[in-house]
């Protein structure tokens, strides 16, 4: 086994060179969890937009949904007090985190988009996982309050009333959710935001959780059960924490600098592997991957004939470098060049 690499050429990124990010194509990544579409998994893009428009829209949508979500959060609120009811509450306060995951998923939007500076050569896409890990944090406080306030209803059941009222707010809060599911969908498949995509996913889960505390307030109210307040509190309260735990862990993951999915390292890899054999490279090592927000960072090494013209060398680095751009079009990549293999795969 050799020693040390010797230093090599690095075929620089070149912007101006870049495939228009519409071109990326959709693996088809299924999101995971309640709320959050995974960082990793890219969506797709309008090719009618460029990058500066679709972040103007995918921050416009982000203050919709927050404006939406306070907006949900204070009706339910007030219709919890009204009318007793702990699972209603419960939901308010579901709406309040959202309003709040909404928020910063839009100032991280804002943020993340700003261009590397002195203090930040890489950028600034960590800015929206820290926001995601925050959110986790705050939204396990307020499922802890939930829960036990839940398990107090349960142990002490209160009589509910103004069933109108609960049950009417109930079901305008499914139905106002299920139109900003769908503007939010389509924002996301313009925009190709992440982010987007990730409120649209846990809105369309909280339609859910909207129709079963009504179907449960229901149920009290034509049995006289109470109790069934309190459970459904319980319920939504580890919702909520299971959700915490989600972008928590989505959150550290991204800053302890994990490798992209398997598929989307494995589709790198098999550009490269086509590069070879065309006879482009003699092959390629070393393939490493990171995630910080939105980009994805990746490094390479391939290897060439010794012989080569160095002119020729970095035009070889500058087409591995586009191929792999071809793949992830927002991605940050270097690629070293080698004279021929000098470390294991």
């Known amino acids: 086994m050799s020693g040390p690499r010797p230093a090599a050429r690095a075929a620089r990124p070149d912007p101006a060179a870049r495939p228009d990010p519409a071109t990326r194509p959709d693996p088809g990544v299924a999101p995971a969890g309640r709320a959050v579409v995974d960082p990793g998994a ?5 090719r009618r937009l460029d990058p500066a428009d679709r972040a103007r829209a995918a921050l416009r949508a982000g203050r919709i949904a927050a404006l939406t979500a306070g907006g949900l959060a204070l009706g339910k609120l007030l219709a919890g007090q ?3 009811s702990m699972a209603v509450t419960a939901s308010a306060v579901d709406s309040l985190t959202d309003l709040f995951a909404s928020s910063a998923n839009a100032l991280a939007i804002q943020l993340a988009h700003a261009a590397p500076d002195r203090s930040h050569p890489f950028g600034h896409a960590k800015i929206e996982t820290l926001a995601t890990a925050g959110q986790g944090l705050l939204i396990g406080g307020s499922g802890v309050y939930l829960l036990i306030e839940g398990i107090r209803r349960l142990l002490s059941p209160e009589p509910l009333r103004l069933a ?3 049950l009417g707010t109930m079901a305008a809060a499914a139905l106002v959710t299920a139109a900003l599911v769908a503007y ?3 924002v996301a498949a313009r925009t190709g935001s992440s982010a987007i995509q990730a409120d649209a996913v846990h809105y369309r889960t909280d339609i859910a959780a909207n129709l079963a ?3 449960g307030v229901a149920v009290t109210y034509a049995t006289g059960f109470s109790r069934i307040d309190g459970v459904l509190s319980v319920a939504v309260a580890v919702y909520i924490l299971t959700s915490a735990g989600t972008l928590l862990r989505l959150g550290v993951r991204d ?3 994990t490798s992209a999915p398997e598929e989307r390292v494995g589709a790198i890899a098999a ?4 590069m070879r054999e065309r006879g482009e490279l003699l092959g390629h090592h070393a393939l490493r ?3 910080a927000g939105r980009t994805l960072f990746v490094e390479v090494h391939i290897e060439l004939s010794g012989d080569l013209p160095l002119a020729r060398a970095h035009a070889t680095g500058d087409r591995a470098r586009d191929a792999i751009l071809a793949i992830e079009p927002d991605a940050q990549v270097l690629v070293h060049i080698d004279p021929e293999r000098d470390e294991p795969a």
């Open 184 to 186: 939010l969908g389509r």
């Open 289 to 291: 991957t990171r995630i």
């Open 164 to 166: 109108a009222v609960t």
């Open 213 to 215: 505390v009504f179907a």
């Open 42 to 46: 890219p969506v797709s893009a309008d």
């Open 255 to 257: 800053l302890i600098d």
């Open 82 to 84: 009204l009318g007793q």
């Open 271 to 274: 550009a490269l592997d086509a």
